[in-house]
């Protein structure tokens, strides 16, 4: 059985994409291993001359690392991603980097319409960067809009056809996944790239 971390991508104590990541840790507990990650817990990221990192970071670092799979849940604020989250995704490729080609699931719920579309878009960039590299799963949205009145008292989806494409969706991830263990001739290189890599000599 697979062995993910599902990254809350929220400080909030009432996220809706804690909901959806709880409800995709149950619904899929025969297929996968889900463990719910929190972010609220981590500084907001700032630089040192020693590259001190929290150890809270270095501790969910090395769950990613000795993970399968990222599944990572984002609201949408001012068509972006939460400031918590692009914070910790610094904190995770400052001295340390473990998302270099390890697969990931984006998600997303907000209470308007439209889900994530805009975060998840900028999300995407984030994770492509030369410092984190993951592997991002392709052409895969999975945008849960009207979330407050998405999941009835136990935690459940309630919409037949939101829960049809998240099977879906977590069907392709588990194909994305075992697809990806086949692909690590690059790993070694692109490692090394990103420890190496540096903004400030690259002007």
Request: proline share 4%; glycine share 6%; charged share 25%.
């Amino acid at each position: 059985m697979k062995k993910f971390i599902a990254i809350v991508g929220s400080n909030s104590k009432s996220s809706t994409n804690r909901n959806l990541l709880k409800y995709m840790q149950n619904h899929f507990k025969d297929e996968a291993d889900i463990e719910l990650a929190e972010i609220k817990d981590l500084p907001i990221f700032k630089k040192s001359p020693e590259k001190t990192v929290p150890e809270y970071a270095i501790e969910l670092a090395n769950k990613i690392e000795a993970a399968d799979g990222v599944i990572i849940g984002t609201p949408e604020y001012d068509h972006s991603i939460p400031a918590a989250l692009s914070s910790a995704l610094a904190w995770l490729s400052y001295g340390q980097h473990p998302f270099v080609d390890k697969p990931v699931m984006i998600t997303g719920a907000s209470y308007g319409s439209l889900g994530s579309s805009r975060a998840q878009a900028q999300l995407r960039q984030i994770l492509d960067s030369p410092e984190i590299k993951a592997r991002i799963m392709p052409s895969s949205e999975f945008l849960l809009g009207h979330s407050l009145q998405a999941f009835d008292d136990d935690g459940n989806l309630k919409d037949k056809d939101t829960i049809k494409q998240l099977d879906g969706l977590f069907a392709d991830f588990l194909k994305f996944v075992g697809i990806s263990e086949q692909l690590g001739g690059a790993t070694a290189a692109n490692m090394e790239e990103a420890r190496n890599f540096n903004w400030e000599d690259n002007k």
